[in-house]
């Protein structure tokens, strides 16, 4: 993997929202021995959680929209946690969780929405390991739930 710097790109950093709060008692960011660890978030819109499952009332494409979604508020809270997104050094894991029926097997196809906007955001020093998961339920119905680590130069 190359260390060639990746400018950020400015309509992106643009569309991040304001960094959602916590819902529960946690951080949403902890920075430990130089790694930023990202508390998992919902698809929020215009203020609401996206809910669903997928396979069931959400297809695979608005799944991986609402990844996206996730993956732009990740990159907000983290902005907040570290005050300036050049201090990244590389996007190490993202954990995606997807509410889906048992039948689905598209799990790693929705998390790509996530997963693009770290590649988009830092180039190849956002590709990242990941999992991908399909669970029974999530927190509130939402459909899709994200966190993912990252080191600081």
């Known amino acids: 993997m190359s260390a060639h710097r990746h400018p950020l790109p400015a309509a992106l950093l643009d569309s ?3 960094p959602p709060p916590p819902v529960a008692k946690f951080l949403p960011a902890r920075i430990a021995g130089g790694l930023v ?3 998992g978030l919902a698809p929020v819109e215009d203020g609401v959680a996206l809910t669903g499952r997928i396979g069931a009332e959400i297809d695979t494409d608005e799944a991986r929209r609402r990844a996206r979604l996730v993956g732009l508020a990740l990159l907000s809270n983290l902005r907040a946690a570290i005050g300036d997104l050049n201090r990244v050094h590389e996007v190490v894991k993202l954990n995606g969780f997807v509410n889906a029926v048992p039948e689905f097997t598209g799990h790693p196809a929705v998390i790509d ?12 020093m956002g590709r990242h390991a990941r999992t991908a998961v399909g669970v029974a339920s999530l927190p509130g119905n939402i ?4 966190e993912a680590v990252v080191a600081l130069k």
Request: proline share 9%; aromatic share 14%; hydrophobic share 45%.
């Open 143 to 146: 459909s899709v739930e994200v």
């Open 113 to 124: 929405g996530c997963s693009e906007v770290f590649i988009e955001a830092f180039g190849e």
């Open 37 to 39: 660890f990202l508390s």
């Open 16 to 18: 991040l929202p304001p």
